[in-house]
């Protein structure tokens, strides 16, 4: 999960696709109605654990300014009802000019496959356009590990950035 603890969010080019379902789920543009979920992920303690802890009030008015609609923010919502889940965000020219993937999903919703339903769907759509996709998340974080590593990611190297070790894993198309 590659969001920095404070950074804005940062865009992808507008050929990335607007919607992309799934057997339960729609992953779709931020929309004015998701805000206080998002805000909920930005600021949850238990979401942000392993990305460097809630982010500041004054970053989170910018990024409720910047979020809604804009490409690569996709909204993860239960089909059957729209509620939002959580978040995946596909970022080009990331981390050493890869794609990079990060996610984000409220603990209500975890433990029941959505993110792994989103983060594959997205990986795999995203590897139709672009060559690698990579995602980090702290080295501590197990559940996350096991959902890249269930996506088809690898693990490629560890470091130490915000004052914790890191993975990046990476998958390659096919």
């Known amino acids: 999960?590659?969001?920095?603890?404070h950074s804005a969010p940062a865009p992808v080019p507008a050929a990335a696709p607007e919607t992309l379902g799934t057997g339960r789920l729609l992953l779709r543009p931020v929309r004015d109605s998701d805000l206080d979920a998002v805000t909920r992920l930005?600021?949850?303690h238990e979401v942000r654990?392993?990305?460097?802890?809630?982010v500041i009030e004054s970053v989170i008015r910018i990024r409720r300014r910047r979020i809604v609609g804009a490409p690569?923010?996709?909204?993860?919502?239960?089909?059957?009802d729209g509620v939002f889940l959580g978040l995946v965000t596909v970022e080009p020219g990331g981390r050493g000019g890869e794609t990079e993937l990060s996610y984000q999903f409220l603990p209500e919703h975890w433990g029941r496959g959505y993110a792994r339903e989103a983060v594959g769907a997205?990986?795999?759509r995203t590897l139709e356009g672009t060559p690698?996709?990579?995602?980090?998340?702290?080295e501590a974080n197990h559940r996350s590990r096991r959902l890249l590593e269930a996506v088809g990611l690898e693990y490629a190297e560890s470091f130490v950035e915000w004052d914790a070790h890191?993975?990046?894993y990476r998958?390659?198309?096919?």
């Open 132 to 138: 690698s996709v990579v995602a980090v998340t702290q």
């Open 166 to 168: 890191q993975v990046l």
């Open 122 to 124: 997205v990986v795999a």
């Open 42 to 44: 930005w600021t949850d």
């Open 49 to 54: 654990r392993h990305l460097g802890g809630p």
């Open 1 to 5: 999960m590659a969001i920095l603890p």
């Open 72 to 80: 690569g923010f996709h909204a993860a919502v239960r089909a059957e």
């Open 171 to 174: 998958r390659h198309r096919a």
